[in-house]
């Protein structure tokens, strides 16, 4: 059975509960947020996209299987260039283990 209350609040009540929601907010830790398009990722944002770990990411750059850009010391990816190279990775004939 549902009940209902009606509660009546003063300003200063008001205020109390406005401010525990506010500081509440505060303290969750959003969600990772992908950029998407033609802007450039970061390592993280690519890592988030891929869904893999920044020493996954790192050995893909350093094998040549996925292409990245340096910008001073900073490297960035592109996501359609990162994306169209999982899709030749994946469609590659596997080797074979012998």
């Known amino acids: 059975m549902n009940q209902t209350a009606l509660v009546v609040l003063d300003e200063a009540g008001l205020e109390a ?3 525990r929601v506010l500081n509440a907010n505060k303290s969750v830790t959003p969600e990772p947020q992908v950029k998407t398009g033609k802007a450039l990722l970061t390592v993280e944002d690519a890592c988030a996209l891929l869904s893999v770990s920044r020493v996954t ?3 893909w750059k350093k094998s040549g299987r996925l292409p990245y850009h340096r910008i001073g010391h900073r490297v960035y990816f592109k996501e359609e260039e ?3 190279a999982m899709r030749t990775y994946h469609s590659q004939p596997r080797r074979s283990q012998h």
């Open 82 to 84: 990162i994306m169209g």
């Open 57 to 59: 990411l790192h050995g």
């Open 17 to 19: 509960i406005v401010q």
